[in-house]
Nanobody
Framework: QVQLVESGGGLVQAGGSLRLSCAAS????????MGWFRQAPGKEREFVAA????????YYADSVKGRFTISRDNAKNTVFLQMNRLKPEDTAVYYC?????????????????WGQGTQVTVSS
């Protein structure tokens, strides 16, 4: 069993930055790939970014590439999402999730545990 707790969300003006954190409990955190997804009101959940178990590979949605950076600290059982140059369309609830898979990290059906989410609101 893995428990995930996101933090760092909030209200920010367009062009600003936020850093989300996701703290994981449970053993063997360093064995899991981690991902960030988001869901805006009235829309389906969508992939944002993912990182391999050792941080050697990372993946991004086209909509955030060049603006967001995913990273992890296995010693602290934490994954981060640095979000720069935020846009109003980035407004959503952001969720972190754990995957036991190496591939298919853009697909939410390959994630096994999810956090409760943190709200990010970007004003224009």
């Amino acid at each position: 069993q893995v428990q995930l707790v996101e933090s760092g969300g909030g209200l920010v003006q367009a062009g600003g930055s936020l850093r989300l954190s996701c703290a994981a409990s449970g053993r063997a955190f360093s064995r899991y790939a981690m991902g960030w997804f988001r869901q805006a009101p009235g829309k389906e959940r969508e992939f944002v970014a993912a990182i391999s178990w050792n941080g050697g590979s990372s993946y991004y949605a086209d909509s955030v590439k060049g603006r967001f950076t995913i990273s992890r600290d296995n010693a602290k059982n934490t994954v981060f999402l640095q979000m720069n140059r935020l846009k109003p369309e980035d407004t959503a609830v952001y969720y972190c999730a754990v995957s036991y898979y190496v591939d298919y990290l853009r697909k939410d059906e390959f994630y096994d545990y999810w956090g409760q989410g943190t709200q990010v609101t970007v004003s224009s």
